[in-house]
């Protein structure tokens, strides 16, 4: 029960914090050198700085992008803010400057700020709240704002940013518009808006927007019904998260029971029903949010990286309101997995949406038309050194471990606290406790989910490891300057399971050490993961390795890879021998920035389980060409085993969209090679797309200077969910090629090509 005595705790800002470790310093560093101009430069030939300059007359012009492209640069901004907290940069501040007047020319005068509006439609302010994203927009310049305020001294940022907030306040409330944002992010950036100016108007407007949510039949921007009554997370999973972080912040400042109780019900729904082992939210492209409970596939994963960085803001905020170490177990184990996966250990490729598993056809791009993520992750990464430690009036608390030091305020006191680890590969964390002048105080230890047996000493002297009713280990007592902690995390290699209602991970486990996630990546496990079982009894052993993926613990053991096996023309075989074979897991954080292959999180724990390949036929040896490609052209002999003609769980190729055309693909063999027999199975997608097996086909082969039908051919299959099997007389040649004719109005497609011989 909340009462006006409740002492909520407050986060120690990242000025205070200076990271000296080998994991969360150098990508801050890739953040700043590479990811933060990037982001400029895509912002600048994406025109999003230049509808600015034309809404604010200083140029030429019309509009361009996405509508609510002002926020991708609003979040960059914040991004550099950032980074100027903690690295004088005196360049990057004047580009700054040079940007915030481009905003300050853009505002009008009553202190309205879309470049949308004003550009395209500035007769129809407000008119579509659900959709057009103005509040939203406004919300991430609030934030770009206070951070920039904060770490700069300046409010050339913050003065546009009132001026805004004090138009909208006289727009919306109570006997004025009643309306609220589709895509919820002001309601949070309000209260941090009240928090730099102390204008409570501000607070009590973010209250508004919480308050009038629920009149609608949105569940899709979680509008369905009053968030008091709430208890399920529903709809668009960033939108959520926003909208709750935003909660938590008004719970902090008004103690309404209510919100804190409804902040409770939905964590409950979210962790224990609808999050993936990588701290990952929402399953669902469709709706790029949530469904039902325990719907976690992995393959088809949603998981948007901002959705990832928005599970660690509200993570924090509820932790700020309770004290709890589960809020921090599940912030770092967003952190660390499903939140900076979105950005490459480069800096300059991101992951929009994060799969548990993948054949090899998912990779980080270096920007989006909708370039949230991007934009999400540069002011994400130098804001981590923010959720390490809180204070409240008589304790101080550690919630994260990396080398690192860091200045406390704590009663008008500061305490300086040192930490030498090499975390997260490490579970050994020294402490140095560094008040100015001997102090009494709590020093509350944050002891993780994961780590089952921890010991600590004081001074070198061993002491009870007793974590209290919140989870961490709590130390009282003067402490004076120079002493040291020296803390002990076991980290044993976990295997992870699912609850039995996720279907997905039935008889699969996946591999955890410490805080990280691991998974399989085909370049490090002859060329293919899903084919491997991991038995119980299955010994694994971590080893550091320096001079890969930037440095990073991998796991090495033994595991099971199932045989290949081909059913032609046969009910019963003797069971194939499976083969032993060494595996190395690397973290998941860091995949797919080396070779393109698949990656799996998940793994069957028995080979029956695992994906049965083909037995291989030269097919895999030749080169693919094709008339017209859409989707994977080597799809076509990558030796996968269609579960039938819809399967879009395998990679495919499409000629999509030509329709009713004839066309082709061939392989081409570096030595000629005798063929008399293909095998084709085609790709038909029914009712969900425009894909059909063609009206007709036939193979060809190339003689050395034409192509010519092959001859005495048995039928030629169009069936589907089967391979459609043609022998002829035996060829000698160094290119094959299937010709088709595609059915009038529609494209079509092959999911797998084999040569049997």
Not at 433 to 453: A, D, G, Q, S, Y
Not at 617 to 640: H, K, M, R, Y
């Amino acid at each position: 029960m909340l009462n006006k005595s409740h002492e909520f705790l407050t986060a120690v800002p990242v000025t205070k914090v200076t990271f000296t470790d080998q994991f969360w310093a150098p990508r801050i560093e890739v953040n700043r050198t590479t990811t933060l101009p990037q982001c400029f430069h895509h912002c600048e030939v994406t025109h999003r700085i230049r509808n600015f300059e034309v809404a604010g007359g200083l140029k030429a012009g019309e509009f361009e992008g996405i509508y609510f492209n002002d926020s991708d640069l609003y979040k960059v901004v914040e991004g550099a803010a950032y980074i100027l907290a903690t690295y004088q940069d005196p360049k990057l501040e004047t580009y700054l400057d040079g940007l915030i007047g481009k905003f300050a020319a853009a505002q009008q005068e009553d202190g309205y700020l879309n470049t949308y509006y004003t550009l395209v439609e500035p007769d129809k302010q407000w008119s579509n709240l659900p959709v057009m994203h103005e509040l939203y927009c406004a919300g991430h310049l609030f934030e770009a704002a206070v951070a920039h305020y904060h770490s700069t001294g300046k409010q050339n940022l913050l003065d546009i940013a009132t001026r805004f907030a004090d138009k909208i306040d006289n727009i919306f409330g109570y006997n004025k518009l009643v309306g609220v944002p589709g895509h919820e992010e002001i309601e949070l950036a309000l209260v941090k808006l009240y928090q730099a100016t102390n204008e409570k108007r501000y607070l009590n407007l973010a209250k508004f927007f919480i308050d009038e949510r629920g009149k609608s039949d949105r569940d899709y921007a979680q509008d369905h019904m009053p968030i008091r009554e709430q208890s399920q997370i529903v709809g668009h999973a960033v939108r959520a998260m926003y909208l709750y972080a935003g909660v938590a912040d008004v719970v902090r400042y008004t103690h309404d029971q209510d919100l804190f109780e409804t902040m409770d019900r939905i964590w409950d729904d979210v962790t224990l029903h609808k999050m993936y082992i990588t701290g990952g939210i929402g399953p669902s492209a469709h709706n790029e949010g949530f469904t039902v409970p325990y719907d976690l596939p992995n393959e088809t994963a949603y998981a948007e990286t901002c959705a990832a960085i928005g599970m660690v803001f509200w993570s924090h905020r509820m932790f700020l309101l309770h004290g709890h170490v589960k809020y921090i177990d599940i912030l770092e184990q967003a952190l660390y997995n499903g939140s900076i996966s979105g950005v490459s250990l480069t800096g300059d490729q991101f992951f929009y949406v994060n799969p548990l598993a993948s054949r090899g056809n998912h990779h980080r791009q270096p920007w989006y038309g909708c370039a949230c993520c991007p934009t999400n992750i540069v002011r994400f990464i130098p804001q981590v050194g923010g959720y390490f430690y809180a204070t409240s009036s008589d304790a101080v608390w550690v919630n994260l471990y990396a080398a690192n030091k860091a200045e406390i305020p704590l009663g008008g006191r500061s305490i300086e606290i040192i930490q030498e680890t090499d975390y997260p590969w490490s579970g050994h964390v020294k402490l140095v406790v560094r008040p100015t002048h001997p102090t009494t105080f709590k020093l509350h230890l944050r002891i993780p989910e994961w780590c089952v047996k921890a010991t600590a000493k004081i001074n070198q002297k061993p002491i009870e490891i007793s974590p209290d009713d919140n989870g961490y280990l709590s130390l009282d007592r003067e402490w004076q300057r120079g002493d040291t902690i020296d803390l002990e995390m076991p980290m044993p290699i976990d295997r992870i399971i699912s609850h039995p209602k996720v279907v997905a991970d039935h008889g699969h486990t996946c591999l955890r050490r410490g805080p990280v996630i691991y998974c399989l990546e085909a370049t490090d496990n002859g060329g293919s993961v899903r084919d491997i079982a991991l038995p119980q009894n299955t010994h694994l052993e971590p080893h550091f390795e320096e001079d890969l993926l930037s440095g990073v613990t991998v796991l090495r053991g033994k595991a099971w890879r199932r045989s290949p096996i081909d059913w032609e023309n046969q009910l019963y075989q003797t069971s194939p021998l499976d083969k032993e074979i060494e595996i190395m897991a690397v973290p998941y954080h860091a995949w797919d920035n080396r070779e393109v292959g698949p990656m799996s999180v998940w793994l069957p724990e028995s080979t029956i389980l695992a994906e049965a390949k083909l037995k291989p036929t030269i097919a895999i040896e030749g080169e693919p060409a094709a008339s017209f490609v859409f989707n994977q052209l080597d799809a076509i002999n990558d030796n996968l085993m269609p579960s039938g003609s819809n399967d879009q769980t395998i990679p495919r190729f499409t000629w999509w969209d030509q329709r009713g055309t004839s066309e082709w693909i061939s392989l081409t063999f570096e030595e000629p090679k005798q063929i008399s027999c293909a095998e084709v199975y085609w790709f038909d997608d029914g009712d969900r797309g425009e894909c059909r097996i063609p009206e007709f086909w036939k193979v060809e082969w190339y003689n050395g200077a034409i192509w010519q039908p092959v001859t005495n051919s048995s039928a030629y299959g169009i069936e589907p969910d089967i391979f459609n099997r043609v022998s002829f007389d035996a060829v000698q040649t160094t290119s094959i090629r299937v010709t088709v004719k595609l059915q009038e109005g529609m494209s079509g497609g092959i999911l797998e090509w084999r040569l049997p011989q």
